[in-house]
């Protein structure tokens, strides 16, 4: 047996990551219910930037990487991770997984002083970072051609599929010569929103012609701290994919137990008790997964990059199952744009590319317990 | 000393005692074993005077470990599992101030091994519309006094250790006419009383681990009888319920388990990788690895005192798991795949999955989904009592027996 062994994890959820999972939930169901998010879609765009400063600013879930001394929470991972459960049981549009967790980890791996000063903006909500990366990009993956350092930091070249890129203050962008901090307002900036299969977290194609930013780090080392963005990131996103799957079996739960046809509850069809039944188990065993990988990463485990692989390759077919189980069994009404299953299972759907498909990560599982292709 | 007084460094000092009056390198196995069960360090939940000290369940994991650090021997509980896991917490339950005296010493000390007459050939999944008659001595006849023995009619199936069983905990119909969960009544039946007849039944794999049962005229007396008559279906419950704990409990490594000779092929024949293989054996790696998790996972609940719904659904997915898996390593070995260990019949003691051959593991593994409950009556078990799903109607619960379709 020669891969990794297998740290002791604590798969469980804290007293503190549930007084921190009730508030964020609570929040949730007040300012950003399902109708509430489609309204939004609606109006032209999901971001709600109040909810966005209650959730960032006043409960402090921005800041949960950042450690205290650059004004953060100094929490860890598996906070982060209640957040993202509770956001994917939300379908949110939030740029938590974007600012909060992968720009967050970028800004500390760059760990230069004007990093510092933009992590110490994020984590008090006062300012939204998203790097200027395509959100299918992996861990493991090769990184993009960077954009052009035409010289003394005038920036050129586009990147497409940038999450959240519709509502940032501060674009992170990855050149030839390093990493620069770009506000988006810059000259030389310019965004086009792309019209995305999920309508909860948008994506823009960013442009850069002549762009100016601040230099943040050298070439080496961003590519160092965009990778470990990228390992946390996967591995928090399948938190998210928990939640996804946790919302659409409680909601087909619920919508079975009082929806009659021949006079019977739906629920009551044993073929439909037994499809519901294996997705609990699978949500339960999503749940274990995605525990791990949130406490290999907080704990920084050598075994932290199969684990998350493990999480990744597992919880992403779950959400997208869950949610496609919530249309069929809602039968016509889950068709419907009115009820909020589209929003999930498109974001199911979106999150089963990001940050690495499935069957990446079984190749990176591949790797790491070196059991190698023919 | 009361229960709640009995801490774990009280235990150890107790292990500590037998240790020195029974040090294991000098003193016979069953002489130690008998020694730890009258200090009351055999199970330490049970009752003081039966093995136990009336102490928290989750202290037992103390002695153990204390117990397996100093060498000493253990009961062998793979082999004596039915009594151990099933029988006994039925007879502490249910049973009289004798017969817990009676049964309990001999079955913790592995003298006599116990066996389950429950499943009949005509009651799989549906065990309370068993057949098996027991009648009462006496019952037909003018007085009504009853009190005679009970002579006992029938077929159980399924059945391990049957061939080495001294007893057996067995429930047979006592009144046809009730509807089928009522007139159930539960028994401590002698395997080598006259009319007991065991015969190996050969499964898919060759091997006999399982007997039928024939039960022609048995006699036992009613001192046998765990609990009232017409109980046995709520006896049988508490029974089943233990079943059910003792199953999943057990700790993996990581790569533990079926997916541990399927890897090691894998590295070590590179000459039978091929594209598809490979990814269905990354798939079911990496389902392996979530289950081990999952397992973890309700293990830290339980430690914490917060049992949780999963372990309804740990028995599903390593029924599945093992079939898959055990299929893939059939198909990875190719030619080699085609052959078998072994037909002849033979009679194993205990199931062993390690050390045996991918052909067998593939065969003995759809056993997964069937022994101790179907996969589907598993699933409708978390669908209602998990998920809260209404159950599907069902029109024998009132109707008597004698005039189920059968």
């Known amino acids: 047996m020669s891969s990794p062994a297998a740290a002791p994890l604590d798969l469980l959820y804290s007293e503190t990551e549930e007084e921190l999972r009730t508030a964020v939930r609570s929040l949730l169901a007040a300012r950003s219910a399902p109708a509430a998010v489609l309204a939004r879609i609606e109006a032209g765009g999901p971001h709600d930037p109040e909810l966005w400063r209650v959730l960032a600013a006043e409960i402090g879930t921005a800041g949960l990487l950042v450690p205290e001394k650059l004004g953060g929470q100094g929490a860890g991972h598996r906070e982060a991770a209640v957040v993202l459960e509770e956001l994917g049981r939300a379908a949110a549009p939030v740029p938590y997984l974007t600012s909060a967790v992968l720009a967050t980890e970028i800004l500390l791996g760059c760990e230069s002083a004007e990093s510092a000063d933009l992590l110490r903006e994020l984590a008090a909500g006062r300012s939204v970072c998203v790097p200027a990366l395509p959100l299918t990009l992996a861990p493991g993956a090769p990184l993009p051609a960077p954009v052009r350092d035409s010289g003394g930091g005038s920036l050129g070249g586009s990147v497409g599929s940038v999450a959240d890129a519709v509502c940032p203050d501060v674009l992170l962008v990855l050149a030839d010569t390093g990493l620069y901090a770009v506000p988006a307002d810059a000259a030389g900036v310019s965004r086009t929103p792309l019209v995305a299969l999920d309508l909860t977290r948008p994506l823009a194609a960013v442009h850069l012609d002549g762009a100016a930013g601040t230099l943040l780090a050298d070439p080496a080392t961003a590519r160092a701290a965009i990778a470990g963005a990228l390992l946390s990131g996967a591995g928090l996103l399948a938190s998210e994919q928990l939640g996804i799957a946790e919302w659409c079996l409680t909601e087909t739960v619920a919508y079975l137990r009082t929806r009659h046809q021949f006079n019977r509850p739906l629920g009551s069809f044993q073929a439909l008790k037994h499809r519901l039944a294996r997705l609990w188990l699978d949500v339960a065993s999503a749940r274990a997964a995605a525990r791990a990988a949130a406490d290999a990463l907080a704990t920084g485990a050598a075994d932290a990059p199969l684990t998350v692989a493990v999480a990744q390759a597992y919880c992403s077919g779950v959400a997208v199952r869950a949610a496609e189980e919530c249309v069929q069994l809602h039968g016509g009404i889950g068709m419907t744009w009115e009820h909020p299953a589209h929003l999930y299972l498109k974001r199911a759907k979106a999150d089963s590319l990001a940050l690495g498909t499935a069957g990446h990560h079984r190749g990176l599982v591949a790797d790491f317990a070196e059991l190698p292709a023919p | 000393m009361t229960a709640a007084a009995l801490t774990a460094d009280h235990l150890r000092s107790r292990v500590r005692e037998l240790l020195s009056a029974h040090p294991p390198a000098t003193t ?10 009258d200090a009351g360090l055999a199970w330490v939940h049970y009752p003081e005077g039966l093995g136990g000290l009336g102490a928290p369940r989750s202290l037992q994991a103390v002695v153990d470990a204390e117990l397996e650090a100093a060498g000493a021997p253990d009961n062998d509980p793979r082999r004596i599992g039915i009594g151990l896991g099933m029988a006994a917490p039925t007879i502490l339950a249910y049973g009289t101030e004798e017969q817990k005296r009676r049964f309990l010493r001999p079955l913790w000390l592995g003298e006599e091994v116990w066996c389950q007459l429950f499943s009949e050939p005509g009651a799989g999944s549906d065990l309370a519309a068993l057949g098996t008659r027991a009648v009462r001595e006496g019952e037909n006849e003018s007085e009504g006094e009853g009190g005679g023995d009970w002579v006992v009619d029938g077929q159980k199936v399924w059945t391990s250790s049957a061939h080495t069983a001294r007893w057996a905990i067995l429930i047979a119909r006592t009144d046809p006419a009730l509807p089928k969960h009522q007139g159930i009544t539960y028994f401590l039946c002698d395997m080598t009383a006259p009319g007991v007849e065991v015969r190996p039944l050969r499964q898919i794999t060759g091997e006999a681990e399982f007997n039928e049962v024939f039960l022609t005229g048995v006699r036992i007396p009613d001192a046998h009888r765990l609990g009232e008559v017409g109980q046995g279906w ?40 091929t594209h598809d293989l490979h990814g269905r054996l990354l798939e079911l790696w990496v389902e392996a690895e979530v289950a081990r998790l999952t397992g973890e996972r309700l293990r830290q609940q339980l430690a914490q005192g917060q049992p949780g719904p999963e372990g309804s659904g740990m028995k599903l997915t390593f029924a599945r798991l093992n079939q898959e898996i055990s299929g893939l390593e059939v198909e990875l070995l190719g030619e080699e795949g085609l052959l078998y260990e072994d037909w002849t019949l033979r009679r194993p003691e205990i199931v062993d999955f390690t ?25 409708n078990i978390v669908a209602e009592r998990v998920l809260g799903l209404p159950a599907e109607p069902r029109d024998d619960k009132d109707l008597a027996w004698k005039d189920l379709a059968r």
């Open chain 2, 28 to 37: 016979a196995r069953a002489e130690f074993l008998r020694a730890r069960f």
């Open chain 2, 234 to 273: 709520a006896v049988a419950r508490t029974t089943l319920m233990n079943e059910r704990v003792s199953i999943g409990g057990m700790r993996i490594p990581r790569e533990g388990g079926m997916i541990a000779p399927v890897a090691a092929a894998w590295r070590e024949r590179p000459e039978l990788r």
């Open chain 2, 355 to 379: 050390g045996r051959d991918a052909g067998y593991r593939y065969l003995r593994a759809k056993g997964n989904s069937i022994e101790g409950g179907t996969s589907e009556i598993l699933l």
